[in-house]
């Protein structure tokens, strides 16, 4: 699971930094479109920010594995990587236009969710 988590880290808290700094240009990556109001800019903004601190949550329990709490934030990232794969997905099947980083992130999302499912299926070493 530490290797899991240190991979979540830096995924997450790279896009973090990246929504923090262009959310519309990242959107742009996804959706084929940037956000034009100020309002989804924000909104952008916040995300990425949640995206940095669900990073950070994954590299303080990437310290310590074998406790409860590296395993509930494994299991809460399955809910979040599969939301990301339905989420990008349907909009990537019902967009006219998408973005070159669409598809790729949906893939990263899944093979994230499959890896958190086998991680919280093994049993945790004594």
Same mark, same amino acid.
């Given at each position: ?14 896009? =973090? ?8 240009? &990242? ?13 989804? &800019? ?11 601190? *669900? ?7 990437? =310290? ?8 509930? *934030?494994? =299991? ?30 949906? &893939? ?11 991680? *919280? *299926? ?5």
């Amino acid at each position: 699971m530490k290797k899991l988590l240190i991979i979540t880290t830096l995924i997450e808290t790279g896009a =973090g930094v990246a929504l923090l700094c262009g959310p519309s240009f &990242v959107v742009k990556l996804l959706l084929g479109s940037p956000l034009d109001a100020p309002a989804a &800019v924000t909104l952008g903004r916040l995300t990425g920010a949640a995206l940095f601190a *669900l990073g950070a949550a994954c590299w303080r329990a990437s =310290g310590d594995t074998k406790n409860r709490a590296a395993r509930g *934030l494994a =299991g809460a990232m399955i809910f979040y990587n599969l939301g990301a794969v339905v989420i990008l997905g349907a909009s990537g099947i019902r967009a006219q236009t998408v973005g070159v980083a669409l598809w790729p992130a949906v &893939v990263l999302h899944g093979v994230m969710t499959v890896w958190c499912i086998a991680s *919280l *299926l093994r049993k945790p070493a004594s």
